[in-house]
């Protein structure tokens, strides 16, 4: 399918959940990318709570004398029993700075592994970060801002949505991923307060967004729950809109 990046503008709304969530039911091959400014991988101390170890990540590949292209394979590493591979965060937010110059090219990296058949999920963090990385977000295929829809959390995530109205970042296609809908706003309510698209929605369900985000048991009935049923739905969303604008250009450029 595409590049699919997240991003927040405050608080902690879910995007390092949602993005693994996502991937662990996404229907291809899919590499996740953590790469939040802030450091410290979310999949290694949450989901896999400091069990498996760091054995390499962004950091090593900003350093590596191999290409991108071979570095990424290096540093990427499976999740065994599924098709997702990732690729760890840095360990802390001083090898940000360290990163500024992979960003752009790995960006361009990104967009090739779509002829292997698989995907990319980024994590990106939140949005204005020393050493965020803006290239991935801008090349991104589809780049949502993750936001809850309490009145803090939307007027937030206003002052960045209008940025990128006004071409401050150059997204390719810009949009909202809303946790926890009704609570208290409708997704139709945010779409309306940031102007711009809800592409997806992820149900609040702290007991399957714990399994995600800190490698807690699984609940009862948690693949057929509501989180999961939620990202399945987020993930069609966010299939149908990258085809849709993907058939939109490709009408732009026929004769
Ligand atoms: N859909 C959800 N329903 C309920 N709780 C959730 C959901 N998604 C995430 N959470 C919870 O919210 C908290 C923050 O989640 P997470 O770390 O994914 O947020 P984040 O946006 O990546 O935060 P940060 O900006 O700090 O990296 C965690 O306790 C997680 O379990
Ligand atoms: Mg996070």
Do not use: C
């Amino acid at each position: 399918m595409a590049v699919i990046a997240l991003t927040s503008a405050s608080g902690s709304p879910g995007v390092t959940t949602t993005a693994f969530g996502m991937a662990l039911l996404w229907p291809r091959p899919v590499l996740l990318l953590e790469a939040d400014p802030t450091g410290g991988s979310g999949l290694l101390a949450g989901y896999f709570r400091g069990t498996r170890e760091y054995v390499g990540g962004l950091i090593e590949l900003a350093l590596t004398s191999s290409s991108i292209h071979d570095g990424l394979a290096e540093v990427s590493e499976r999740i065994d029993g599924t098709t997702v591979s990732f690729v760890a965060g840095t360990r802390s937010h001083t090898q940000a700075a360290a990163l500024r110059d992979l960003w752009q090219p790995l960006s361009e990296e990104l967009a090739d592994l779509e002829s292997t058949g698989q995907d990319v999920i980024v994590d990106a963090g939140r949005l204005g970060l020393v050493g965020a990385p803006e290239p991935l977000l801008a090349n991104a295929d589809l780049t949502l801002i993750v936001t809850r829809t309490t009145l803090p959390a939307i007027s937030a995530a206003r002052s960045w949505a209008d940025s990128v109205q006004r071409g401050a970042f150059d997204w390719q296609q810009p949009g909202v991923l809303v946790v926890g809908e009704g609570q208290p706003y409708s997704s139709r309510e945010v779409a309306r307060a940031l102007n711009l698209p809800v592409v997806a929605t992820v149900p609040d369900d702290p007991e399957s967004a714990a399994v995600f985000s800190r490698g807690a048991q699984p609940p009862k009935r948690f693949q057929a729950g509501a989180l999961a049923r939620g990202l399945h739905a987020a993930i069609a969303s966010i299939h149908s809109t990258v085809s849709h604008r993907r058939g939109e250009l490709l009408e732009g450029v026929r004769p």
